[in-house]
């Protein structure tokens, strides 16, 4: 019913448990914890016959609504108990392992539930629910539609649930490790728990580690953080004199050039890696396949030879594309976007996902290279542009305009 996380594998526990698993297994240093594995989602999941559904929208909200609304079985409950006791009963991250997720071919970046700072066994067992039910989540249809999955067998839509010891970061990123010997480790870092990040909203400091541990780095202007307060994530105003301080320094960046190095030899390949550090020391949250690399950072040294309306930002998918742009600011104007748009947004976070079926770019206020956003962009070869500040006002809906994911550039028609 339970899995240690230090057993955990992919066959039974999706690739992201299965990885943290194997880095356990190695010595590294991943947060404690367990898994529920397949076998309990199956079993909750049994009498709904998944099989006799086509993929049509209302019967798979129909399956989603239904896992959400019914009672956890009480010997799960029972189970996620004794293993919370087992760990001393913390607060805890409750996060999905897909099948289908973390894998070499897609990533599934951020299409699936997860939660921190959860405690107690009774919010435990409510997080592990919505994590099963998110697998039919429109954002996880969406994302296995256009990367050409959803014609999947239902057998083959299992989902796993890791309960890890939740961390207080006081610095968090993701890690991108080299594709080839003389690449560098891209690093993106800022100020307390990882979401920010990884939902693109704060554009954090990048850094570049080369082979021989030299540091380049771009510190960015870091204005909110993400914090637990008990049983609640707040967020909170960096404060004045932190905002434009490197997270980390270019010792503690090359370390975590190192360690990334050490987990790409351990799981057998470029890796996508999210940490953190509490408390002075370290950690690693969850490693995969690197899917799609993110385009070399650019200096703008020739900024003077772009036209006047052109916008500089941080290349964040490969790709050339001219197209309408449309002002997005929430999901308020999702039915605003027709196919072939380029959605202009304050940033986008992995709900946004069935928007990327139709855009044909995307360019954001804030946001990271190595955010889920970024990563499902460069997964569906849809060019973007990240951390133009003020672009939802400084570009015009129903304008035309270029997005140049490569160079980092959005230029107007007329320009």
Request: charged share 20%; net charge negative.
């Amino acid at each position: 019913m339970i899995v240690p996380l230090m057993e955990a594998v992919a066959d039974t526990c999706g690739g992201k448990a299965g990885a943290l698993g194997a880095l356990l297994r190695a010595g590294l240093p991943v947060p404690d914890g367990f898994v529920v594995p397949f076998a309990a989602y199956l079993a909750a999941v049994r009498d709904l016959d998944l099989g006799r559904f086509a993929g049509e929208p209302d019967d798979v909200d129909a399956v989603r609504r239904t896992i959400e609304t019914r009672p956890v079985h009480a010997a799960v409950i029972d189970a996620l108990g004794r293993a919370l006791d087992e760990i001393g009963d913390p607060p805890v991250a409750v996060r999905s392992s897909a099948a289908r997720e973390d894998t070499g071919q897609a990533s599934a970046a951020g299409q699936h539930e997860s939660f921190l700072a959860v405690h107690g066994v009774s919010a435990v067992a409510e997080a592990v629910r919505a994590c099963w039910a998110s697998l039919f989540s429109p954002r996880a249809i969406a994302y296995r539609d256009a990367s050409g999955r959803d014609d999947q067998p239902s057998d083959d839509l299992l989902m796993a649930v890791i309960v890890q010891r939740h961390l207080d970061a006081e610095m968090s990123g993701v890690m991108f490790t080299p594709a080839a010997p003389d690449d560098g480790t891209r690093i993106e870092a800022s100020w307390g728990l990882g979401p920010s990040i990884v939902e693109g909203k704060v554009t954090p400091d990048a850094y570049r580690v080369a082979e021989d541990g030299s540091v380049a780095r771009t510190v960015a202007d870091k204005r909110k953080r993400l914090d637990r307060r008990g049983t609640r994530l707040v967020i909170r105003d960096v404060p004045t004199a932190a905002r434009n301080q490197p997270t980390v320094d270019d010792a503690t960046a090359a370390r975590l050039a190192r360690l990334g190095r050490q987990i790409a030899a351990v799981l057998g390949g470029p890796q996508d890696i999210e940490w953190a550090i509490a408390d002075g020391r370290t950690w690693i949250l969850q490693a995969r396949p690197v899917t799609a690399a993110p385009p070399p950072p650019t200096s703008h040294s020739g900024a003077s030879d772009m036209p006047a309306a052109t916008l500089t930002g941080t290349p964040g998918s490969h790709g050339t594309v001219t197209g309408t742009a449309r002002i997005v600011r929430g999901p308020g104007d999702f039915a605003r976007v027709r196919p072939g748009d380029i959605l202009v947004c304050p940033f986008t976070d992995p709900a946004w996902t069935p928007l990327l079926r139709i855009a044909a770019g995307v360019v954001t206020e804030t946001g990271g290279v190595l955010s889920h956003a970024a990563i499902v962009a460069r997964e569906h070869a849809i060019p973007a542009v990240l951390g133009i500040p003020n672009a939802t006002s400084r570009l015009r809906d129903d304008t035309v305009i270029t997005v140049d994911g490569a160079t980092g550039t959005v230029t107007a028609a007329n320009a």
